[in-house]
């Protein structure tokens, strides 16, 4: 089991950044993939960035550039920094957390990201 704890949501004008952090909790003993997604109002749920235990980063194309995916694997920890931020991020923004054996997905409670015009 893997509990997910996001913060770093809010508003903030186009142009600005923000920083999503991300705290996993649970029994397990490593973290193969973390990652985030998010859901505009509307939307179906999409994937934004990803990284593997060994540091591997895959991103979305709308983000390709402007986002920066980390992970501490000792602290069971990702972070998401956002850099020119669009309205179009606007968003609830959900951590991901991916165990190999059983292949489950675990989900946070999703963080609130709002980017003014």
């Known amino acids: 089991q893997v509990q997910l704890v996001e913060s770093g949501g809010g508003l903030v004008q186009a142009g600005g950044s923000l920083r999503l952090s991300c705290a996993a909790s649970g029994t397990f003993s490593s973290i193969p993939f973390m990652g985030w997604y998010r859901q505009a109002p509307g939307n179906e749920r999409e994937f934004v960035a990803s990284?593997?235990?060994?540091?591997?980063?895959n991103y979305a194309d709308s983000v390709k550039g402007r986002f920066t995916i980390s992970r501490d694997n000792a602290k069971n920890t990702v972070d998401l920094l956002m850099n020119s931020l669009k309205p179009g991020d606007t968003a609830v923004y959900y951590c991901?957390?991916?165990?190999?054996?059983?292949?489950?997905?675990?989900w946070g409670q999703g963080t609130r990201v709002t980017v003014s015009s």
């Open positions: 991901n957390a991916v165990l190999i054996r059983p292949p489950t997905n675990y």
């Open positions: 990284i593997s235990s060994s540091g591997s980063t």
